[in-house]
């Protein structure tokens, strides 16, 4: 329940939020539920009321996307228990996209043509790095045919593969997401 919620993080009552959502949602602004109906929503001020409007906001939003993701996957015949409980229990919008990325309808990337020449082993290859040991040119041999005529055009595809698989994968997306953001760097230089 998105009122529950949002009574919790912002350190609200439910009636409070509960009225001011209805005040909202009837059309009244801000600066006016603040000044003439402090009383109905228990004296909350507008800077309380316009977090409570965004967060509102971002959490319909959410609650809306998580609807249509869902609805998306399970058209596709894709859907698991286990994805839909991902979904339901993300609790922001990215989180739900990085889920449903593997999923989204893709323009022709390089990844799917590579797939479409049966390249898809060989980067299986590439993830697993099996200890054997042989030349490259050797391990490409077996996916070599007319649409991939050298050992160099099947590592590229393959790579092309691997390249999609780390990309939309949502766990890894995190992880570097949070490398970033702990220790990401920008450096700016005048032209």
Sequence with gaps: MIEKKLASE?????????????????????PFIARYRKEVTGGMDEEQLRQLANQLTYQRNLAERKETVLRTIEEQGKLTPELSALVQAADTLQVVEDLYLPYKPKRQTRAIIARQRGLEPLAKLILEQPLKLKPLEQIALPFLSDQVPTAKDAWAGA???VAEEISD????RAQIRAIF???????????
């Design 181 to 191: 953001q702990k220790e990401g760097c920008m450096r700016v230089l005048v032209a």
């Design 10 to 30: 912002l350190g609200l009552r439910i009636e409070q939020v509960l009225t001011a959502i209805k005040l909202l949602d009837d059309g009244n602004t801000i």
């Design 159 to 161: 790579k092309d593969i």
């Design 169 to 172: 994968n949502a766990d890894i």
